[in-house]
């Protein structure tokens, strides 16, 4: 099977089928075209063009194995001179994992769908939204050049501005979503700025057509200055990926999405739209690998998003908040990958990261069922026995989060720190440090609330209780942030009665919860070998010979098993093994402990608690400067400027001048024939030699 091409057609019903069911559920579904069909056709469809895309990428992940490969046109839109505008697939190994991870996460959240949502009125158009998600996703990472995977890219915005403001009643899922949106535009902006510098200096929007000048692109400067243009290309690329991949400072819409139904929080912030920004840099290898400047820059902002997210972690209280400051702290180490000109290491994350991150947000959206919608951990406390499934399957996905030997987790996450000790580029001793304490704070916040959800005693159904979800939109009755205003029109009561017990979730929520649980545990075992040190990425991804971390991490390593046993040896799993143990005594033995803290560094709790003040800094500096620039430019440049000076103006110099004519305009003739006279007068004074010569 070497060297054969894939089916062109094959492939292109992977995004087909789900658009297909998005269409159905979409139109056929909702009020646009009269709900001609109903819930049980809606999910099925959307359901079954996943399905189908699922088996299509996994039979493409396997014939790629075997060494089949695709890169071609589909369809060319247009062509202009010699550029070229058109939809085509380049399918590698990069791209054919990256579609059976979204595939198969996306399947599994449409599965959990039905039964979370089976009481919301907009089920058909949430079916819609995430299979249309689905299809935007993979035209993105299936994509063979920068007009495409542009419009992947501005699409699975769109969407995931669509389902975060869902319950679109509450005002609080408009303010997220509009936020989501305006935070994305700004790195767009730059991704978009870079993609125009390559075509201007390529001639080119295909991948490979870009590569195969990337040496004479590295020669180039931009006009009139002395700045690498690979290096500003790259850096405009990446702060495209900052914005997807809610890097600081461009993070601060992703805590705000939870907003949205707990599926998004699965399928968008924790497996797909997320990661497109680090899949975007690995697929761009090749020019990276060419400036040193930008992988410092992509190395630092890694590392502070990595360890400064995670201290923000430690106070939430909300459940989907503590997992949402994760997949901020995640997110973190891959970039931190992409620095150390680990990209292989990185992908591997993105991958073991998708399924133990969905798993945990599928398993916080339990417990929130079980909970009668209370989101607060606080009200919580001795699920364990109430809900066993999610409750070991919330376990395993937490271990694996934590980087506990053996679970896919511990292999991806070990190697990004290895990674790092092995990358001499500048930045890289600050990384090391964040990547390390890192690994505690992840523990501490995890098991933090690990504990006080599932073990412990139970304090829910109690009158004091703290602040339920008290979100009542009509059409929004399971999460959201659980600090909001209640609805003084609907006291409908979130959370267990006095008395009440939690109760296990339906099959449809629990079946995708022990799925994913299945590669959190047992995919990195399996695939490290192949992923880091083996031929899986040969000629797709790129790394200069000045970068030796790759090859440092390959001669460290004797197989899955023996990193495993030689992991309980190393700091990683000591620190890791500490954060466990201090959440266990802050939370489980002795409580007075974070009262205590908090009591003592209240001032650094209440930083954490608003965010660091960027939300403020945005609103003060951006929004505020933007409305005082906006300000400015109507009092001076409209009301002043046009109105007064250019409008006004010209109509108070024509009223003068008119003022003037109207003193000379008297009606008597003799006046006229007097001005007469003096034109006639003045014509030969001017024209005619009036005095003789001497």
Not at 59 to 88: P, R, S
Not at 296 to 303: E, H, M, P, Y
Not at 411 to 431: L, N, P, Q, R
Request: one cysteine or more; a negative charge.
């Amino acid at each position: 099977m070497a060297g054969q091409l894939l089916n062109p057609n094959l492939l292109l019903a992977v995004p087909l089928a789900p658009l297909a069911g998005a269409a159905i559920a979409g139109l056929l579904g909702t009020q646009f075209l009269g709900n001609l069909v109903g819930r049980k056709t809606s999910h099925t469809a959307t359901i079954l063009g996943v399905l189908i895309a699922f088996i299509l990428s996994v039979q493409t992940l396997l014939a790629v194995m075997d060494g089949a490969t695709f890169n071609g046109t589909i369809y060319n839109w247009m062509t202009i001179g010699t550029l070229k505008m058109e939809v085509g697939f380049q399918i590698d190994s990069l791209s054919a994992m990256m579609m059976c991870v979204v595939t198969f996460v996306s399947l599994m959240v449409h599965i959990y769908t039905i039964g979370y949502m089976k009481d919301d009125e907009g089920y058909n158009r949430f079916f819609a939204y995430i299979s249309l998600f689905t299809f935007s996703m993979l035209m993105l990472v299936m994509a063979n050049n920068f007009l495409q995977l542009f419009f992947g890219w501005e699409a699975v915005g769109l969407v995931s501005y669509l389902l975060i403001g869902f319950w679109y009643q509450r005002p609080t899922a408009i303010v997220a979503n509009m936020k989501a949106f305006l935070v994305n535009r700004v790195g767009d902006f730059g991704f978009i700025l870079g993609i125009g510098l390559l075509l201007a200096f390529a001639g080119t929007m295909n991948y490979q057509e870009v590569f195969a000048k990337k040496d004479e692109l590295a020669l180039l400067t931009m006009p009139g200055t002395d700045w690498a243009l690979l290096t500003v290309a790259c850096i405009c690329l990446f702060i495209g990926a900052m914005g997807k991949s809610a890097q600081f400072p461009l993070h601060v819409w992703l805590p705000d999405s939870m907003e949205g139904p707990t599926p998004i929080s699965a399928l968008i912030h924790a497996a797909t739209m997320v990661t497109a920004g680090i899949f975007m840099v690995s697929r761009m290898s090749p020019l990276f690998e060419l400036s040193d400047t930008a992988l410092s820059f992509i190395l630092v902002i890694g590392s502070i998003t990595a360890l400064f997210m995670g201290f923000l972690g430690i106070i939430q209280n909300d459940i989907k908040r503590v997992v949402a400051y994760s997949t901020l702290s995640q997110l973190g180490y891959m970039t931190v990958a992409l620095g150390s000109s680990a990209y292989s290491v990185a992908v591997f994350h993105l991958m073991t990261h998708a399924f133990f991150k969905a798993l945990l947000f599928l398993g916080a959206g339990s417990v929130i069922i079980g909970m009668h919608h209370d989101q607060d951990i606080r009200n919580m406390g001795g699920l364990r026995k109430y809900m066993p499934i999610t409750w070991i399957t919330s376990l395993v996905g937490s271990l694996a989060l934590i980087g506990t030997p053996l679970f896919s987790g511990f292999y991806s996450k070990d190697s990004i720190i290895e990674a790092v000790e092995a990358t001499h580029i500048w930045g890289a001793g600050f990384a090391q440090f964040a990547v390390l304490a890192g690994v505690f704070v992840t523990a501490f916040y995890s098991f933090r609330m690990y504990f006080l959800v599932f073990h412990g005693k139970e304090r829910f159904g109690q009158a004091h209780a703290h602040g339920h979800d008290d979100h009542h939109a009509p059409a929004a009755k399971h999460d959201s942030d659980a600090h909001d205003e209640e609805d003084e029109d609907d006291h409908a009561h979130h959370g267990l009665e006095p008395g009440q017990k939690p109760h296990e979730s339906p099959f449809v929520v629990w079946f995708p919860l022990v799925m994913l649980a299945i590669p959190s545990l047992l995919i990195g075992y399996l695939t490290i070998g192949p992923m880091l040190h083996g031929d899986f990425f040969k000629g797709v991804i790129f790394v200069g010979e000045n970068h030796p971390a790759m090859e440092e991490l390959s001669h460290e390593f004797h197989g899955a098993m023996a990193m495993a046993i030689h992991g309980l040896s190393t700091a990683p799993f000591w620190l890791a093994l500490s954060g466990v143990v201090a959440a266990y005594y802050c939370y489980m033995v002795n409580p007075r402990v974070p009262a205590w803290f908090f009591a003592k560094f209240h001032a650094i709790h209440t930083l954490l608690d608003n965010k660091y003040y960027m939300d403020k800094f945005n609103e003060v500096v951006f929004a505020g400067g933007a409305r005082l620039l906006g300000n400015g430019l109507w009092n001076f440049g409209d009301k002043k400027l046009i109105d007064g000076f250019v409008v006004n103006g010209s109509a108070k110099v024509v009223a003068w001048l008119s003022s003037l004519s109207r003193v000379l305009q008297t009606g008597y003739i003799y006046h006229y024939a007097f001005v007469m006279i003096l034109g006639v007068l003045g014509f030969l004074i001017y024209f005619l030699p009036f005095w003789p010569a001497k």
